[in-house]
């Protein structure tokens, strides 16, 4: 028997998936209109299962059955395991939990739904400490098929052992987490939304650009500011914000100032009509992109520092009819490109002793075949960036211009998230495996950060974020130990200790 406190969105999910599974749910919600509008919600998900056959209709009348509403919450006696889906707020969970405590037996697993606070401090009140865990769905949770199982300090293995069998018998994917801010899936997640807010900021480029890049070059669903808007800056700003804190202001979780000042403003999403986009009856509206300038046939020259960059840029200017110019220095009216890992436009042309007026990067690094990212340096004559544009953005596959910034945007947000999964598996908060598979589940990211970092390259990755922090002199491009010792051992960053 499993009960579920709180009907909002998180409780009735849990309850739906709870029932789907085969398992009694007692359901209660100190408002019984939500308790109400819950059962009825759910009686209608499983109709329109059967209706599109995915279920019977009489397995979808049984799961409904399931499902006990409760008018107090002294009906939670007799349950095996209690699941509290209430306010992100920890002076209204210690008043919940103590309450249970008072009502359940002594051996009854206390969960919660929280996904951001401390499980160990929601326990350290309760009589029995041991006895709760974390317990963290994805919104919507019928659609998500990942729960985090959160070990607090003392939280018993058993109870995370019954939790991760309660998870698969509710046809999840459960992934065993030890307790830290954000826990696991929020810790990356960060990597993807702080950066790209980081970068708008210092002017490296604008949310579309780098929500363009992220999809069409990173093979991302969805930019970050566009997952931004869907979940709304009201719920994304305060997490990182309490992420930062729970972490006594570790670099890597900083929050960019613009979150707090749009959130403020009210510019939340879609919820509100308007976020980093614009919607109409909930729909985001257009912005289309403009095409790129005609190339002008100047002459192009290709640094060959980077062998890899230099011949794919080689390829892509051929297939372009573009006119090379193949000598050991760039000609003086032709256009110079370069294909930097990690530095900026800049470091490139004066460390390869080139004419930064005339200088465009390239990334090469991260899905050059499907969109190109050039950068300009600060002097960098619109002449030629228009000509690097026309040429390599002007066919089949497009291209976005951004300013100097190290790393570019892909990269760098790339390897950001790597390097925050990198962290996550050396504070043993989750097994490497456990890491990616959460990440790719919870997130919908093309592939977890360890996988993300192997197939970029655990050097390459190492040194974009050098690079980065080179520049920079934040501490939040450190790279961690574990990616710094397989990138050198040249082994997977899947890789676990032995």
């Known amino acids: 028997m499993v009960g579920v406190l709180g009907a909002g969105a998180m409780g009735r999910g849990i309850a739906q998936v709870a029932a789907a599974g085969g398992m009694r749910v007692r359901l209660y919600d100190l408002n019984q209109d939500a308790v109400a509008d819950a059962l009825h919600f759910i009686a209608s998900m499983f109709t329109r299962a059967a209706q599109k056959g995915r279920m019977s209709d009489a397995d979808a009348d049984a799961a409904t059955a399931r499902i006990e509403p409760l008018t107090g919450m002294d009906g939670f006696a007799g349950c095996d395991v209690v699941i509290e889906a209430v306010v992100e707020n920890l002076d209204v969970k210690h008043k919940v939990f103590a309450a249970l405590e008072d009502i359940v037996a002594a051996d009854v697993i206390l969960a919660s739904n929280t996904s951001s606070l401390s499980v160990t401090t929601i326990a350290s009140q309760c009589r029995n400490p041991e006895r709760v865990v974390g317990f963290h769905f994805f919104n919507p949770v019928p659609l998500m098929p990942l729960v985090e199982v959160i070990a607090g300090v003392l939280t018993l293995d058993r109870v995370c052992d019954t939790m991760m069998a309660v998870g698969r018998r509710m046809t999840r994917e459960p992934v065993r987490v030890n307790d830290a801010p954000g826990f696991l899936v929020n810790q990356v997640g960060r990597g993807f939304n702080i950066e790209a807010a980081h970068m708008v900021q210092e002017g490296v480029a604008d949310t579309v650009s780098i929500d363009r890049i992220m999809r069409d070059a990173a093979g991302f669903r969805m930019g970050p500011f566009q997952l931004m808007d869907l979940t709304g800056l009201d719920v994304t700003h305060p997490a990182t914000a309490l992420i930062y804190e729970q972490t006594f202001h570790e670099p890597r979780f900083r929050p960019a100032m613009m979150m707090a000042a749009r959130a403020a403003a009210g510019r939340l999403g879609r919820k509100t009509g308007a976020g980093f986009y614009s919607y109409e009856d909930g729909k985001m509206l257009a912005d289309d992109e403009m095409p790129a300038p005609a190339y002008d ?35 003086p009216d032709s256009l110079i490109l370069v294909t930097p890992i990690g530095d900026d436009a800049t470091a490139s ?96 990211f093309p592939y977890g950060p360890l996988t993300f970092g192997d197939r970029v390259g655990p050097d390459r990755i190492l040194r974009i974020l050098e690079a980065i922090h080179g520049l920079t002199r934040d501490p939040r491009y450190r790279p961690n130990p574990w990616l710094i010792r397989r990138a050198r051992l040249g082994v997977s960053l899947l890789t676990p200790d032995t």
Request: hydrophobic share 40%.
């Open 349 to 444: 042309a004066v460390d390869q002793g080139l004419d930064a007026r005339r200088t465009v990067a390239v990334d090469t690094v991260i899905g050059f075949a499907r969109r190109r990212t050039l950068m300009t340096t600060p002097i960098t004559d619109p002449a030629y960036r228009d000509a690097a544009h026309g040429v390599l953005g002007g066919g089949e596959v497009k291209a976005t211009v951004v300013r100097d910034g190290p790393g570019f945007v892909a990269q760098r947000i790339v390897s950001t998230i790597c390097n925050t999964g990198c962290a996550v598996a050396q504070m043993g908060i989750a097994s490497p495996k456990d890491i990616d598979k959460a990440v790719t589940l919870g997130l919908n």
């Open 297 to 331: 046939d100047r002459p192009v020259w290709v640094s060959a520092l980077e062998a890899d960059g230099h011949a794919m840029v080689s390829t892509a200017l051929k297939d372009a009819g573009a006119t090379i110019d193949d000598g050991d220095t760039p000609d």
